[in-house]
């Protein structure tokens, strides 16, 4: 019986191999390799497909968000109200400017900020909102902007799991004064190393966060207008992710379709199926639902035993975590803790079959 990984990035690449072998073999007899012109043309092709002004690469998904905070004045003495339930690099890149991330708790449905928690968790040293388009599920935007406006916030999005995410057509990355993006390989729009991408309108910060992306240089090879940071976007990764870039909707609306398929087949058990409200569109990095708490161990081992992968994320919140011992939030994130200890995701990728959706939704009927 063949394994069923999470994601299949052997397969994806033996489908686009004829176009990205090519690609990289252009970067190489072309020896442009630091912000070269793919670097470019990626930047601007991104920037045209999420409706902003400019789209800026860098080295990660963590240096876009660091990158983005910092730009955007954040530092020493401000609070970031973020959320608890995501990978700790939305956390980390506060704590790299020195500021202190403030967690609230999730909408028990789409997993994402839950927008009264964060306004009752606003201080005179509140200075942005940093909500994460979860497992590519859009955060309730609207909201968000409201209470940015309300306050005098800034507004920055994690979007290292929602590349063509939209609201309303609007894609995730447009909504704040900065979007961040990650191209780890298993991302729905995913390179071949670490790189990152940052979106902004705003003319000033982009400014600014180019500079800072190359050592703080703004003009001629060696003058530095400030202390910045080597974070540039590799120009080989560049050329692979405009080569997947064109089939970026056509990636996500298989997952989708491999979502849905979830749906039919598994929407009559005791699990809790990803939520959709018509308004934003999930484009599913992760297929995640709830399974029953003492049940999840036994489920995971069921698709074990017939070599289908599955995976918790995350099953720490982040104020539980060691590393932010230190804030003194250990609990009182009631949906944040009880999500954690109930969260499965299941295999989703845009290559998968109808028969291995079949096969990991009838072992885990069995199971039940």
């Keep these: 019986m063949n394994p069923i990984p999470m994601v ?5 690449y033996r489908q686009l191999e004829n176009e990205i072998n090519p690609a990289i073999a ?12 793919n670097v470019t043309e990626f930047e601007q092709e991104a920037a045209d497909y999420l409706g902003v002004k400019h789209a800026l690469g860098c080295a990660s998904g963590t240096d876009a968000l660091h990158l983005a905070l910092r730009a955007a004045g954040i530092g020493p003495g401000d609070e970031v109200i973020t959320t608890p339930f995501t990978f700790i690099a939305t956390a980390e890149a506060i704590a790299y400017c020195g500021a202190t991330p403030v967690f609230v708790d999730i909408d028990a449905r789409t997993f994402n900020v839950d927008p009264e928690a964060a306004r009752a968790a606003i201080t005179d040293r509140t200075r942005a909102l940093l909500p994460v388009h979860l497992f590519g599920q859009p ?7 409201v209470l940015a ?3 005098g916030l800034l507004l920055i999005e994690d979007c290292a799991q929602s590349f063509g995410a939209a609201i309303d057509g609007r894609q995730t990355g447009s909504f704040g004064l900065a979007g961040c993006f990650s191209f780890f390989p298993s991302k729905n729009l995913g390179c071949y190393g670490d790189g990152g991408l940052i979106t902004t309108s705003d003319d000033q910060l982009f400014e600014t ?17 400030m202390v910045g940071y080597n974070s540039r976007l590799d120009e080989i990764q560049a050329a692979i992710l405009r080569v997947k870039l064109a089939r970026i909707d056509q990636f996500n609306e298989q997952r989708r379709r491999v979502a849905q398929a979830y749906g039919r087949l598994l929407g009559d058990t005791e699990l809790v199926m990803p939520y959709e409200d018509g308004i934003g569109r999930h484009v599913y990095h992760q297929f995640t639902m709830l399974v029953p708490e003492q049940r999840r161990e036994a489920l995971m081992q069921a698709l074990r035993d017939e070599s289908i992968a599955s995976a918790v994320y995350y099953p720490t919140p982040l104020h539980q975590q060691p590393a932010f011992a230190d804030l003194g939030v250990h609990d009182g994130l009631p949906v944040s803790e009880e999500v954690s200890k109930r969260c499965l995701s299941l295999p989703v990728f845009p290559e998968m079959t109808d028969e291995q959706i079949e096969r990991v939704s009838d072992c885990l009927k ?3």
């Design 26 to 37: 252009d970067v190489l007899a072309g020896t442009r390799f630091i912000l070269g012109p």
């Design 8 to 12: 299949d990035l052997e397969l994806q």
């Design 366 to 368: 069995r199971a039940l």
């Design 149 to 151: 406006e309300e306050h």
């Design 209 to 225: 966060l180019w500079t800072l992306r190359n050592h703080g240089r703004k003009a001629g090879d060696y003058y530095h207008e």
């Design 139 to 145: 955060a309730d935007m609207a909201a968000l902007q």
